[in-house]
């Protein structure tokens, strides 16, 4: 005997999976942001932010979490070789730089007159300006 299937539901179960796996998570930084690692082996470093990853919640930053990759040639005028680039860290183990004294601070968002949303840094109180 033959078991029915219903299509309808399983369309909307793949649906549904697929908008879990889509969710980005909220992040405090943005590109061009300059950040303080305060945990890992880079711990203490600062750099600019290279690139965001909003789904998996990391954030490549210049300087820090060098990796080694063994690259192989694909044409011929290209060099094979080892290269070292920067590695994607998790975002809650950085920390804005304050504008102003320099320090690491968390941050808190406050909306203006004008409706535009900004940055305020929780130590010193002064907006971050977004660099893009």
Do not use: C, W
């Not at 711990?43 to 490549?60: A, C, D, N």
């Not at 002064?126 to 893009?132: F, G, H, N, S, Y």
């Amino acid at each position: 005997m033959r078991i029915l299937r219903y299509r309808k539901a399983e369309r909307l179960k793949n649906r549904r999976r697929h908008e879990q796996n889509a969710e980005r998570m909220k992040l405090h930084v943005t590109r061009g942001d300059t950040v303080r690692v305060m945990r890992g082996d880079d711990k203490g470093k600062e750099g600019k932010v290279l690139r965001v990853y909003p789904k998996t919640g990391r954030i490549t930053i210049e300087g820090v979490n060098i990796v080694k990759k063994h690259r192989k040639a694909r044409r011929e005028n290209e060099q094979s070789g080892i290269i070292d680039f920067p590695a994607p860290v998790h975002a809650s183990n950085v920390m804005l730089i304050d504008p102003k004294s320099g320090a690491p601070t968390r941050v808190r968002a406050r909306i203006d007159d004008d409706g535009t949303k900004e940055r305020i840094s929780v130590k010193s109180g002064d907006a971050i300006p977004r660099t893009r």
